[in-house]
């Protein structure tokens, strides 16, 4: 399994990005995804989820501002970020696990991150 995110940089306050999170070795569809993020000093946090029924969850940080998403045909998951603010930065990592793995916290599989900075 192999997990790839690209779309991270520098952005300032009230801007947008989005990042993508291309999938091999498991297909998306069949998979509970999900979006986390770790700021330096800081613990790791759940962004969002999306999984394999579809059901998604979001932060409470987040709502309202980041949109999680799949596209099944090109395998890759997607999270745009609207409105962030400085307290948005930090490394964002795509993971993949099993339908059960989205509800128990446990994620097999991890990209490497791409990292997401607003001043």
């Known amino acids: 399994v192999q997990l790839v995110e690209s779309g991270g940089g520098s952005v300032q306050a009230g801007g947008s990005l989005r990042l993508s999170c291309v999938a091999s070795?498991?297909?998306?569809?069949?998979?509970?995804m999900g979006w986390f993020r770790q700021a330096p000093g800081k613990g790791r946090e759940a962004v969002a989820t999306?999984?394999?029924?579809?059901?998604?969850s979001y932060a409470d940080s987040v709502k309202g501002r980041f949109t999680i998403s799949k596209d099944n045909a090109k395998n890759t998951v997607y999270l745009q970020m609207n409105s962030l603010t400085p307290e948005d930065t930090a490394m964002y990592y795509c993971?993949?696990?099993?339908?059960?793995?989205?509800?128990?916290?446990?994620?097999?599989?991890w990209g490497q991150g791409t990292q997401v900075t607003v001043s």
């Open positions: 993971a993949a696990g099993s339908y059960v793995d989205c509800y128990s916290g446990s994620w097999p599989s």
């Open positions: 070795g498991l297909t998306v569809r069949n998979y509970c």
């Open positions: 999306i999984n394999s029924d579809g059901k998604i």
